[in-house]
């Protein structure tokens, strides 16, 4: 089995910083393609940026300049750097991951339970 595990949410003022953390463990043979997605009240879970295996990044409109993903593999650890948080950044992220297991033959998604990121104004 594979386990995903964030951290790092919380209450921040408008304007400020939060980095997330979302570390991957269990039987892991590879793991591919890494996301972060937000879900707020009332709405449906959103993308945010997802990086891929050898680093290419990509982002919805509404955060790029202001948010960071990265990844170190040697930890199985992908990070979601957020600036100049906003109100309408408030809801829960979720990490996701490509998994290929060990002594699998494909790979599936997996997901964190999420972490609640609330922005006051």
């Known amino acids: 089995q594979v386990q995903l595990v964030e951290s790092g949410g919380g209450l921040v003022q408008a304007g400020g910083s939060l980095r997330l953390s979302c570390a991957a463990s269990?039987?892991?043979?590879?793991?591919?393609?890494r996301g972060w997605y937000r879900q707020a009240p009332g709405k449906q879970r959103d993308l945010v940026a997802v990086?891929?295996?050898?680093?290419?990044?990509i982002y919805v409109d509404s955060v790029k300049g202001r948010f960071t993903i990265s990844r170190d593999n040697a930890k199985n650890t992908v990070y979601l750097q957020m600036n100049s948080l906003k109100p309408e950044d408030t809801a829960v992220y979720y990490c996701?991951?490509?998994?290929?297991?060990?002594?699998?033959?494909?790979?599936?998604?997996?997901w964190g339970q999420g972490t609640q990121v609330t922005v006051s104004s």
């Open positions: 996701n991951a490509d998994v290929l297991r060990v002594g699998d033959r494909r790979g599936n998604v997996y």
């Open positions: 990086i891929s295996s050898g680093g290419t990044t």
């Open positions: 269990g039987s892991i043979a590879i793991i591919n393609r």
